[in-house]
């Protein structure tokens, strides 16, 4: 293997501790601990996992954390009040509602009716719109590591082709925008692109978010690319794999994600992240 291995793990380790003392800055200097309050609704296994993370990440770093757990035939109007009450709820500097919902609840409503001020995980439309012109104040958290993870390859992205498999709204399109602020060149490729190795044999750096084990194979990959797998995939044999074939693409890549240990971890960090400074926002404290 030739690749340089960019860890997820390590990165969001150190975001963590570096978070977990501003934490304790703003309880000992302001008297304020940040709030997060996560919505679980049903009892997805994947979701109750991402949760129960989502809840130890914030115990590390000082976070306070409620989780609200409402079964799955729930009335959307329940799920509504519940996030209303928790809007006007000073504890709480960040809501998080866990994707996906049940069927018979309208995911826009929900997302619309979180607080711009507390949509940590910032797929509100009004802050979808606000990254598009590049003001936004919430990052989504995925596409937000990912780029954290990019800077950590050393890679300048000016001027660079950028690939993205996927075009999602909380991975491929918005992860797409901030490349471009970046001044790298995008393409999103999706299932109708035809043929897909034409572009991503072109890309200095190849972002796969598919959800499908290995699909990305080392003859699709340029020599010498960066690649980021978002990918997170159930083998049979109940091990964790990405979208990326990872031993070959290795061989040739010049920097590369693990699944697990890749962009993961850092999706958890950047909430942590968005909810401190969702806090500092609220209380008016610049730094
Ligand atoms: P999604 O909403 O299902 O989108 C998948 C995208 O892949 C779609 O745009 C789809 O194209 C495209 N696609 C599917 N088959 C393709 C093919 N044969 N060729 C080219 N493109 C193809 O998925 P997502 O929510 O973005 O998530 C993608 C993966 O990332 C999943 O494995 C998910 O679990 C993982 N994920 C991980 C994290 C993390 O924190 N690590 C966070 C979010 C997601 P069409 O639009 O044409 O259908």
Do not use: W
Not at 39 to 60: D, F, H, M, W
Not at 185 to 191: A, G, R
Request: charged share 20%; proline share 6%; with cysteine.
């Amino acid at each position: 293997m030739s690749a340089k291995v960019i860890s997820g793990k390590e990165v969001s380790a150190r975001i963590k501790q570096e978070l977990a003392l501003e934490v304790e800055l703003l309880k000992t200097k302001y008297d304020i601990i940040p709030g997060l309050a996560v919505i679980l609704v049903g009892e997805n296994p994947a979701s109750q996992v991402y949760v129960r993370n989502k809840e130890k990440g914030c115990e590390l770093v000082g976070i306070y954390s409620e989780k609200h757990i409402l079964p799955a035939d729930v009335a959307q109007d329940k799920l509504l009040s519940l996030i209303e009450q928790l809007n006007n709820d000073d504890k709480i500097h960040g809501i998080l509602v866990q994707l996906p919902l049940p069927e018979h609840i309208d995911e826009t409503k929900v997302l619309e009716a979180i607080s711009t001020d507390k949509d940590v995980d910032g797929f509100h439309p009004y802050n979808v719109g606000q990254l598009m012109v590049g003001a936004a104040k919430f990052v989504p958290c995925t596409p937000q590591g990912i780029m954290v993870l990019l800077k950590e390859s050393g890679m300048d992205l000016v001027g660079k082709q950028a690939v993205i498999i996927g075009r999602s709204n909380i991975v491929g399109k918005p992860v797409a925008l901030l490349l471009l602020q970046e001044h790298a060149t995008v393409t999103i490729c999706h299932s109708r692109t035809k043929p897909l190795s034409e572009q991503t044999l072109k890309a200095d750096v190849l972002i796969a978010a598919i959800g499908r084990p290995k699909f990305v194979t080392a003859d699709m990959v340029k020599p010498g690319a960066v690649v980021i797998d978002v990918g997170v995939n159930r083998l049979p044999d109940g091990k964790l794999c990405g979208d990326v074939d990872y031993a070959a693409v290795a061989e040739i890549a010049s920097a590369i994600t693990p699944v697990p240990g890749g962009v993961g971890p850092m999706t958890i960090a950047m909430l942590l992240s968005n909810t401190v400074k969702s806090a500092k926002l609220y209380n008016n404290i610049v730094d």
